[in-house]
């Protein structure tokens, strides 16, 4: 007490400086909470907002580099044309959708389903949220086999950050009874739905119920090799629970076409930012164009969709000329000259920012169906009927993309289908080479799909593109590289991962996928 009275001035500025000290620690501790509340934010989550998301991100996320491996386009840019050429040193462009699908539809689509269960009069959403999930995870396992699924998206919720891989064979058996439960769980008297939230059917029971079932005949075929009993099962019982066979029931993200990016179709707006923005033929900045094994194609079986989805600027303006369509080899390394003489995608068909994405059509349901029938799996119809069903289908659908740009007529479309006939005396293998061709045209532009009943059928019988500096060994991949990543900050499960299913490697077959 002596030692501070000798100091009086001191003392009175350390009382001061406790003094403020006190008031300031009050005043934080008064105002806390509303000073650190971002007025911006929601407390609760809106669940109609992020379905509306997942549906976007899960639409968006599909991987377009498999236009080239499925040869319907190139690109002399050897790295831009990684799908047709396979460079190595591009491998890592394989796990873009890996990367992107956790953090957007998985983890969206996972807090939909939190702020739904529990609540009976919202049965119809917590459905329809499910069998999204399911379409959103059966995208990502069949391009890079075992994933993380049953631990997935729980960073936020439980604080998982390294979530296990599930075995493919275990995420089918889960997303078939997912699709199952989600589909007899529907109940046409609750009227809560995610309305005009719902960018693919405005929350029709009905026809969310379609979709499972398709869905469910979709994943349920890719079996036929690895479990074949199996398979039947659940084909018997997606038939029986009714699939997509009409153009109104066609499953399909609608978008607007101005406005944010997001507003726009994902596949168009790419296409055009990469390459077809200026529409002159030239002036395409990573080079691309129709492969000539696609164009060639349609032109020797006089297809009446190659002027509907493709065009040549040889004049300067837009030519669909049939005849006057060229597509480009993959395998060149520079510009050629005659770069402006190439077929591209036709800006009002398959660049039409406003045209509706494609998630599961009538022509696949009877593609599949005609499957089915030919292994004696469906006796509703014959084959070679569901076979023809499907190519009807695949034309009309251009008319539900693109209006009257993408209209083919009933005569030409009856033409087609009278000089392609299923060769019922042929083979099995023969029948099937014939379903599935037509399944590669007819599914254009979803190369992902195309890609996944590619490495099940083997069809259509593509020349693999042995490039120089290929990663592949000239062989069309079998599936995507995981995200170096992954190696990182989840290398337990990573490691786990490939000692089951083997090497992170563009040759290792996922589960379905058998010789």
């Known amino acids: 007490m002596k030692k501070l009275m000798k100091n009086p001035i001191k003392n009175y500025l350390l009382k001061t400086a406790l003094l403020l ?55 002399y840019n050897d790295v831009a044309g990684f799908g047709s050429k396979y460079i190595q040193s591009q491998s890592n462009s394989s796990s873009a959708t890996f990367s992107s699908a956790y953090p957007n539809e998985i983890n969206e689509i996972g807090e939909v389903i939190k702020g739904v269960t529990g609540d009976p009069s919202k049965v119809n959403m917590l459905a329809q949220a499910r069998i999204w999930r399911v379409y959103c995870f059966s995208r990502l396992t069949d391009l890079y086999g075992d994933i993380p699924y049953s631990q997935a998206g729980q960073g936020y919720n439980s604080a998982n950050y390294t979530p296990a891989y599930d075995p493919q064979k275990d995420i089918y058996a889960n997303m078939l009874a997912e699709l199952d439960a989600a589909a007899t769980s529907m109940d046409p008297t609750k009227t809560a739905t995610f309305g005009s939230s ?55 993200v609608a978008y607007v076409g101005s406005g944010q990016d997001i507003n726009k179709n994902p596949l168009a707006l790419t296409l055009l930012n990469t390459d077809y923005i200026k529409a002159n033929g030239s002036s395409n900045t990573e080079g691309g164009k129709y492969q000539d094994v ?16 493709s065009v040549v600027y040889t004049t300067g303006t837009a030519d669909t000329t049939s005849a006057n369509q060229k597509g480009m080899p993959a395998t060149l390394s520079a510009k050629p000259a005659d770069f ?41 119809a014959t084959a070679s009927f569901l076979y023809q069903n499907g190519i009807s289908s695949a034309m009309r659908q251009w008319a539900v993309i693109a209006g009257a740009p993408g209209t083919i007529t009933t005569n030409q479309i009856n033409t087609y289908i009278s000089y392609h006939q299923l060769n019922t005396s042929g083979t099995f293998a023969q029948q099937m080479q014939q379903i599935y061709t037509e399944f590669w045209v007819s599914l254009f532009p979803d190369a992902q799909e195309v890609f996944a009943s590619y490495r099940r059928t083997g069809y259509p019988a593509l020349t693999p593109n042995n490039y120089a500096g290929n990663a592949t060994g000239g062989l069309i991949f079998r599936r ?23 090497a992170d490697d563009f040759l290792t077959r996922v589960w379905w996928d058998k010789p």
Request: proline letters at 4%; hydrophobic letters at 45%.
């Open 294 to 309: 696609f164009i060639n194609y349609l032109k020797a079986n006089k297809d009446p969709r190659l002027p509907v989805i």
């Open 340 to 380: 402006v003489t190439y077929s591209e995608p036709r800006q009002n068909t398959v660049l039409l920012l406003s045209a509706p994405r494609l998630v599961f059509t009538a022509a696949e349901s009877y593609f599949l169906l005609s499957e089915a029938a030919l292994r004696g799996w469906y006796s509703g």
């Open 198 to 252: 719902d960018l693919i059917y405005g929350g029709n029971t009905a026809q969310w119920k379609k979709f499972a079932y398709s869905l469910m005949l979709r994943l349920s075929m890719r079996m036929t090799k690895v479990d074949p009993a199996s398979a039947q099962t659940w084909v018997t019982k997606a038939i029986a629970g009714g699939v997509i066979t009409a153009d109104a029931d066609i499953a399909k």
């Open 21 to 75: 000290a006190a008031v300031f620690i009050q005043a934080c501790t008064k105002n806390f909470v509303e000073l650190n509340t971002n007025p911006d934010a929601v407390s609760t989550s809106t669940p109609q907002f992020i379905f509306t998301k997942a549906q976007y991100d899960g639409t968006a996320n599909m991987l377009n580099l498999l236009l080239g491996t499925m040869q319907y386009t190139t690109s």
């Open 480 to 502: 995507m590289l995981y995200p170096v990543s992954e190696q990182n900050l989840n290398a337990a499960a990573y490691k786990a991962a490939i000692a089951r299913q083997g």
